[in-house]
């Protein structure tokens, strides 16, 4: 049967369904019947629409989501300003510029940090675009060892699609819960509220922030009405709240702004939602359940081909960013160089690696919890070592991949590195152009 075989369990309750419209509650009665904001709602709650897009969206496009909960989201103090040193998401200062640069980069496995929450484990590694023009992405890492206490977060630049690597996340909602264990991804959209807790230990994975609409399922094309990631897979949670019943409790709320990060008190949960109904919610996905759609004749498809989510730009077949996996899966084609081509790009590609090997690298410099950046126009593909074993390569059917998943954030961007991503973490390989490529050997024979 398709589908990852988690060792950590997943007790949670969820609702089914890409961009599905959902109503859920955690007692029964409290959505009202028949409109949004009733005189009086339910058992005495506050109604309070959360929207993910303008009002005057076209209806296939619109993202709203009407929640019930026990006081509003406005009732917290004013935000204040985070100690910059506290924080690694900043691309906005002179000391922490993007660094725009042709050459082809790697790093080595990022680091696990058990000393920071989820908050203060966030790193930007690249980025392109403003997240006050609600234009662009940014791609961070994070890694934390400690829970999030009585607090919580929302990105108010963009939707976080989160790739785990390494460790579980639970992940409390506004509306609902969700477990995120590596294999898995979750998407968390622009400013929904959420606290993370580690039960099995310290956590590192990877992100995409799209600053620029929304993460949609890619067009099918002539593959036809099925097939990669079908809206029937991915999860939703149901409605779950916590409830001070009164007494005043002390909560952080925590912003991420325009890339800095600010702060502010409030005297209640955050996590008060009795119940929702709307399209705008986070969701999960298992990606092995990926309905993988390859060659079966001759030639290397486009790796667009394992594209799982898609943020569009204003250009149709162009995408700010697309989420690509490159899960296990039959080479079978004949006469054909197998592993991805030479290739130079006006997309951006950079890869990250979830667990195993991946095919195009046999040196070993890429390994899990590493990454690599292709930026437009930048010469890359497979290594010397792999340019060799796949040219004299038998040409039967081959399982490539099992154990092994990679994946790829593109964009049409040409996208900035941080100071922190290309110096302070100290994990670029500055001889990966070295030991890549220029190993290659001539073959070319005059007639």
Not at 25 to 52: D, F, T
Not at 91 to 100: F, I, N, P, V
Request: charged share 20%.
């Amino acid at each position: 049967m398709p589908g990852t075989k988690f060792s950590h369990p997943d007790s949670y309750q969820y609702l089914t369904g890409f961009g599905s419209y959902h109503e859920t509650e955690a007692i029964e009665g409290a959505l009202p019947v028949g409109q949004n904001s009733p005189q009086k709602a339910p058992y005495g709650l506050y109604a309070e629409k959360l929207s993910g897009t303008a009002f005057t969206a076209p209806r296939h496009e619109n993202s709203q989501t009407w929640v019930y909960r026990i006081l509003p989201a406005a009732a917290h103090q004013n935000f204040v300003a985070e100690d910059a040193s506290s924080y690694h998401t900043r691309m906005t200062t002179e000391a922490s510029k993007l660094h725009h640069i042709p050459n082809q980069l790697r790093w080595d496995p990022f680091d696990l940090d058990e000393t920071v929450d989820w908050v203060h484990g966030l790193h930007l590694v690249a980025g392109a675009g403003d997240p006050t023009m609600k234009s662009g992405l940014g791609i961070l890492l994070y890694a934390a060892g400690k829970d999030m206490g009585s607090e919580a977060f929302y990105s108010a630049d963009g939707d976080f699609l989160i790739v785990p690597q390494h460790g579980v996340l639970d992940i409390q909602t506004e509306l609902g819960k969700l477990v995120v264990r590596p294999n898995e991804i979750c998407v968390i959209p622009r400013g929904v509220r959420y606290r993370v807790t580690l039960p099995a230990g310290p956590v590192r994975g990877y992100i995409c922030e799209l600053y620029q609409g929304h993460f949609q399922l890619p067009e099918l094309g002539p593959i036809g009405s099925n097939g990669l990631a079908n809206a029937r897979d991915f999860k939703a949670p149901v409605a779950a709240f916590d409830d001070d019943e009164g007494i005043p409790s002390e909560h952080t709320l925590y912003s991420k702004f325009n890339n800095n990060l600010f702060s502010a008190k409030q005297n209640h949960t955050p996590f008060d939602v009795v119940a929702w109904h709307g399209n705008y919610y986070p969701y999960k996905y298992d990606l092995g359940r990926f309905n993988t759609v390859g060659s079966i004749s001759f030639d290397h498809p486009d790796p667009s081909i394992f594209t799982v989510l898609t943020g569009p730009s204003d250009h149709v077949g162009t995408a700010i960013a697309d989420f690509v996996i490159f899960p296990p899966r039959w080479l079978v084609a004949e006469g054909t160089f197998r592993p991805p081509w030479y290739h130079r790009n006006t997309m951006s590609e950079f890869m990250g690696l979830i667990t195993g090997n991946y095919d195009a690298k046999t040196g070993g410099g890429f390994q899990p919890a590493g990454a690599s950046l292709h930026n437009v126009m930048s010469a890359h593909g497979p290594d010397s070592d792999a340019f060799e074993g796949a040219s004299n390569a038998e040409l039967k059917p081959q399982k490539v991949g099992d154990g092994s998943l990679a994946f790829m954030f593109e964009s049409c961007l040409m996208v900035g590195v941080s100071e922190w991503g290309l110096k302070t973490c100290q994990k670029v390989q500055e001889e990966y152009n070295e030991h890549s490529w220029r190993p290659l050997k001539r073959h070319f024979k005059r007639p």
